[in-house]
């Protein structure tokens, strides 16, 4: 049953030789010598296959094939009882005939050996019937179990019992079965090509073995039975994990821990567990609030918030459980979603406001978030915060009088807190912003105040009268705080009139003068404001019209509660005292505001009192009329703003409100969506030219109702901020004639001299031009910059003399006061100069400066003046160049003191008169009288004509040298010897009469006697030729003296002898 069993081990005996073809005699004769002892009885033993096979020689030992074959075919015993002797002896008629038994023996030889081929290759070879073999992918030699080795009984016959191949089936088998050794029947299987494990891991086929047949052409092989053969390819790690995304998205909501976020999963393309399979993943990204585990899922360690970040990206990889990490690491994404919060989004905190660009929108992409709830109506409230700036928002920072007159306010208004200038130095010593940003404001610590000179202010109290003031107070003390105070200057501490600060209230005390009735009049007007002391700027006009008294604060009246009344003040003729910041009294150790009686001492110490805490800004004072609704608002209206501009039909079903200052807007509406626009179209609005810059506060407060009319969802308030960008400074340039002369009787004449006949003002901007193309490009290519002109209001010139102040009783700066008032344009003048203020273009200003005039009635002793002008914009932010002018004053002689010298002179030449020009124009520091000026003149034309009398001698003697020189050479130096030289005639020609001005043209005319004179007048006034004489120095001087001689050489002929 079955395949038969290993065969039996038999006893190894020394075989015949075989009966190889080509054998020799002496070969057979050897063996058969050897085996001599065999004979009758002898057995012969079944070597194995090894002996068979192996061509030795007949005294092998037949032993040593034994440990090579450990298994033999089934029922391989050998007969013992002499079959060999039987199956091989010779025929008796034979065995008679051999004469010896050598012969018989060789011949019994030849008669077995055929009757062994009779029976050769009588069985199959025998193999395993399973085969199991494992092979690695990079290599091609399969390790089998049990090995490949095929037997068969036919061994040791050659041929028959020698294995010849193994042969395989099946289809497409990747495998070969190669013959080791055929004595041995011993094989391997090998692949015929590169084993993929990733492909196939395993094959299955059948086997055979098969024999030599007969005979070296293999004839009648006999093959075995087939045997399955089962091979495994064991894999390598040759491939890295691969991610099946490229990338990884996830959303979650901030504030919640999350065990499995998502899942990143990798592959890998090796075949075997070990190699396919992911055994790790791992988070490269360092520091963040995130873990994996084995698997791929991701999950936070830690609460995530949507204000901290709003998207995590993370690096994940893999590796195998071959320790291969993936070839691409992928990127996850994680998306912090903040929780469902009620509230406007879509919005930026800081917006960016370019000065001059309009109105810009402030939330053009915002949205309320109600998360489902069911909302019935919105109101939302937007505040814009500019307490900081200026007094409260940005507005013009002119002088508070310059204000007033652009609102329209009646003219004669006092300016109480001005400035410090040379013209109003009461204020000097009081503490200042001293920033040209915005306007002035004057600060009060409680121990300061200033005192008002006399006839600033001239108040008729029986007419109605005004007054006006920027405040920003604090919480104070319980003590009086006086804004305002008139009051006697000496004996009595009866107080006229008053503002003041007391508990947060601010009142107006108003006495009224002695009246031929003795009853009470209203005394104290009070009102409780919280304004007062908010710390705050506010604006506040008290109109005054006895018995009424009305206050505005920011443009809002209030009426005055309580009123208490007091009796008229007693007849006196005591002078009064305007203080600001205090009051003026004498202290008796009994202050009030009442009328009191001097104690009887020796008189108290006059001093100030009730001193003011706080700031104060444009205090103005006006007597005769009151100030009106319209200029009030004029007043405190802002220059910045919110301002919402919708289209028709968006605005539908919203309802607005704003204040009148416009830092408060509100809007209202039942649909959402509407409310979103609306808001989308709120905008901010800054109309100066050139804005403060800085920071303005947004805040919107929102409240929403639901169903049942009540607050049902929290909308948190929005705070951002706008950020004003600082403004192009322009550049005021002033630019004309900076010096000339004019004769002394137009000093004295009632005109006087005009001082900027050609004044021109211009204002530039310098801007930053992005150069065309790519700049990044080319590194060469820079901005560059132009300058623009640009047009806008002055508001103050001043002229200032230099030198000197101005002596009234002989000379003065006057201007057309009608053409200024018709601009609207106020004048003070001082000994230091003139000062023009007022809110106009440019143009207007070169007009009235065309207007300035400089008188001096005594020209006698002077020479020159000189006079430097500055103007600015918004009360000095942006100040121009100083522009120097100097005036020099021409002194015309006697035509009979010059009449000698006018003769002296040469007919076809001026006298040159530099040295005169010095000495009376610009070199004297203490000039002479003006009769000192002839004899020195006179001098000096003597010696100029004596020099120049010698140069055309010197210069004729040349002429002739040079021309007997060019009768010897005529062709090449005739030319260059005879040529004019223009520089020279220019040099000796007086310079002085080139002088090009239309004011002294019509003095030559009037005087064409006194040439010398008028050569003289035209040195003095000629700023071309002092600017050429400056900048050329001495060396010029010496250069001419140099070459003097050279520069007088003419041609003769044009002499006249």
């Known amino acids: ?28 004769l050897g063996a058969a010598g050897g085996a001599g002892g065999g004979g009758r009885g002898g057995t012969v033993s079944g070597a194995g296959p090894r002996s068979a096979s192996r061509p030795s020689s007949s005294s092998s030992s037949s032993s040593s094939a034994g440990p090579s074959r450990a298994l033999r075919p089934p029922h391989s015993g050998a007969r013992t009882s002499g079959g060999a002797s039987r199956g091989c002896a010779l025929p008796s008629p034979l065995r008679a005939a051999m004469p010896a038994p050598a012969a018989r023996l060789l011949l019994a030889a030849l008669l077995c050996g055929a009757a062994a081929a009779a029976r050769v290759n009588k069985h199959k070879p025998w193999i395993e019937t399973t085969y199991h073999g494992i092979v690695t992918e990079n290599d091609n030699t399969v390790l089998l179990d049990p090995p490949l080795i095929a037997l068969d009984k036919d061994a040791p016959l050659r041929f028959a019992g020698e294995i010849c191949g193994f042969k395989i089936h099946g289809q497409n088998v990747p495998f070969e079965a190669v013959v080791v050794d055929k004595s041995t029947g011993e094989g391997i299987i090998r692949s015929k090509e590169k084993l993929d494990c990733e492909l196939q891991k395993d094959y299955t086929f059948t086997i055979q073995a098969y024999d030599c047949g007969k005979g070296p052409d293999g004839a009648n092989a006999k093959k075995s039975h087939k045997a399955t053969v089962h091979i495994q390819v064991n894999d390598v790690n040759e491939y890295a994990p691969v991610f099946k995304e490229k990338s990884y998205k996830a959303t979650v909501i901030e504030g919640k821990r999350y065990d499995n976020i ?134 013009d920072t002119y002088s508070e009088k310059s204000i007033h007159r652009l609102c329209g306010a009646a003219s004669g208004t006092a300016e109480l807190l001005p400035p410090p200038s040379s013209a109003a130095n009461w204020t000097v010593g009081l503490p200042t912003d001293n920033g040209h940003d915005s306007d002035q404001v004057f600060e009060f610590n409680g121990t300061q105040a200033v005192r008002i000179p006399d006839g ?191 289209a028709d039909g968006v605005g539908k079903g919203v309802k607005v409100h704003m204040n009148p200052s416009q830092s408060t807007l509100s809007i209202e509406g039942d649909d959402i969506d509407r409310v979103d626009k609306a808001m989308q179209h709120i905008s901010y609005l800054n109309s100066r030219q050139f804005p403060t810059p800085g920071i303005r506060r947004l805040k919107i407060t929102s409240t929403v109702k639901c169903f049942n009319e009540e607050a049902c969802v929290s909308i948190p308030s929005v705070e951002g901020y706008v950020m004003v960008l600082q403004p192009e400074e322009p550049k005021i340039s002033l630019s004309g004639i900076n010096h000339f002369a004019r004769s002394a009787s137009e000093f004295e004449s009632s005109e006087g001299v005009s001082l900027f006949p050609e004044l021109r003002i211009i204002s530039t901007i310098t801007r930053e031009v992005e150069p065309q193309g790519d700049g990044d490009e080319d590194p060469t290519v820079q901005e560059s910059l132009v300058s623009e002109e640009i047009m806008h209001n002055l508001d103050m010139c001043e002229v200032t003399v230099l030198g000197e102040e101005l002596n ?241 050489e003419w041609d003769d002929s044009t002499l006249s002898y």
């Not at 081990?9 to 057979?28: C, E, H, N």
């Not at 009142?507 to 007062?532: C, D, I, M, S």
């Not at 009030?592 to 009192?609: K, Q, R």
């Open 1 to 28: 049953m079955g395949s038969p069993g290993p065969p039996r081990p038999v006893p190894l005996v020394r075989s015949l030789p075989r009966l190889v073809p080509g054998a020799g005699p002496a070969a057979i």
């Open 262 to 395: 998502l899942r990143v999963e990798a592959v890998d393309a090796d075949c075997s567990p070990q190699f396919s399979q992911i055994c790790s993943y791992e988070i490269v990204t360092p520091d963040v609030p995130f873990a994996i585990d084995k698997d791929g899922y991701i999950k936070n360690t830690e609460k995530l918030s949507y204000g901290k970040e709003h998207q995590y990206k993370l690096t994940v990889t893999a590796y195998d459980c071959g320790k291969k990490r993936a070839a691409e690491d992928v990127l996850v994404k994680i998306s912090i979603k903040p929780t469902c919060k009620p509230g406007w989004q879509g919005w930026s905190k800081r917006i960016e406001y370019e000065p001059g660009t309009g109105s810009l929108a402030l939330f053009p992409g915002m949205h309320l978030e109600t998360c489902d709830e069911p909302i019935t109506s919105v109101e939302a409230t937007v505040e814009l915060e500019t307490n900081h700036i200026g007094k409260g928002c940005d507005r």
């Open 456 to 646: 600033v202010v001239t108040v008729n109290l029986k007419e109605p009268f005004m007054i006006s003031v920027w405040m920003r107070h604090g919480p104070g003390t319980k003590e009086k705080e006086t804004i305002l105070c008139n009051s006697d200057k000496t004996d009595m501490n009866r107080h006229h009139y008053a503002l003041y600060v007391h508990n947060c209230r601010l009142v107006f005390l108003f006495r009224q003068e002695p009246a031929q009735g003795k009853t009470y009049q209203p005394a104290e007007f009070h009102w409780k404001l919280n304004q007062v002391c908010d710390k705050e700027w506010h604006h506040y006009v008290v109109n005054v019209e006895f018995p009424a008294v009305s206050l505005y604060v920011d443009g809002v009246s209030y009426d005055p509660f309580p009123v208490t009344e007091d009796y008229p003040l007693h007849p006196s003729k005591i002078e009064t005292q305007l203080v600001v910041g205090a009051c003026w009294q004498e202290y008796t150790g009994n202050e009030n505001d009442n009328e009191t009686v001097p104690e009887t001492s020796a008189g108290g110490e006059l001093h100030m009192a009730q001193f003011f805490r706080g700031n104060l800004a444009g205090l103005m004072i006006r007597s005769g009329k009151l100030e009106n609704k319209k200029v009030i608002d004029c007043l405190y209206t802002c220059k910045e703003g919110l301002d919402l501009q919708m």
């Open 808 to 1048: 009234q009783e002989q000379e003065s700066l006057e201007i057309d006061m009608t053409r200024l008032q018709q601009k609207g344009i106020e004048m003070s003048s001082s000994n230091l100069g003139m000062i023009i203020t007022g809110v106009d273009t440019m143009a207007n200003y070169e007009e009235v400066l065309h207007l300035i005039r400089y008188r001096n009635w005594h020209t006698a002793s002077l020479f020159d003046r000189k006079f430097k002008l500055l103007c600015s914009e918004l009360n000095g932010r942006y100040v121009s160049n100083d522009f120097k002018v100097e005036v020099n004053v021409i002194h015309t002689a006697s035509p009979v003191e010059h009449a000698n010298h006018i003769a002296a002179q040469p007919q076809f030449i001026h006298p040159v008169h530099h040295s005169f020009v010095d000495l009376s124009g610009h070199n004297l520091a203490n000039p002479r009288p003006f009769s000192v000026v002839p004899s020195t003149a006179t001098v000096v034309i003597v010696v100029c004509v004596s020099f120049l009398v010698f140069m055309i001698i010197l210069g004729v003697f040349r002429i002739r040298a040079a021309h007997q020189r060019s009768l010897r050479d005529q062709d090449t130096g005739k030319e260059n010897e005879m040529d004019w030289d223009d520089s020279a005639l220019t040099i000796t020609v007086n310079p002085m009469e080139t002088y090009e001005d239309q004011h002294s043209s019509e003095e030559e005319e009037e005087e064409e006697e006194e040439e010398s004179e008028d050569g003289e007048e035209d040195d003095i006034t000629s700023a071309e030729s002092e600017s050429s004489e400056e900048e050329e120095g001495e060396q010029e001087e010496d250069q001419q003296n140099v070459n003097r001689q050279q520069q007088l």
